[in-house]
């Protein structure tokens, strides 16, 4: 019995940290989103300020990205925005 409570225990631990990453990923784009940005920059910040080591967070918005939907179609306009994330992801660290 006691196993069987461990096992279901560490099986809720695994899921909820697959919800938390789903919640927190734009899944299309593969960055994260806005409210997981916000939530980690707080103590980034906080250490940074204390540290006066040089910091930047970098948040993109795509100016009249709804023509290219209305233009070419919602399909396209994804495919543009998963070749923006992946350019994005592959321009940085692993780190960042």
Do not use: W
């Not at 006691?2 to 096992?7: H, R």
């Not at 009249?64 to 925005?81: A, M, P, Q, W």
């Amino acid at each position: 019995m006691y196993e069987e409570i461990i096992q279901a225990r560490k099986k809720l631990e695994l899921q909820t940290l697959e919800l938390k990453e789903a919640a927190s990923i734009k899944e299309l784009i593969g960055l994260l989103n806005r409210r997981e940005i916000k939530s980690r920059s707080i103590p980034i910040l906080s250490q940074f300020a204390r540290t006066k080591k040089a910091l930047s967070i970098l948040m993109i918005d795509i100016d009249f990205f709804k023509r290219i939907n209305d233009r070419h179609g919602h399909s396209e306009g994804d495919k543009v925005l998963r070749d923006f994330g992946r350019l994005l992801t592959e321009c940085g660290r692993k780190s960042d």
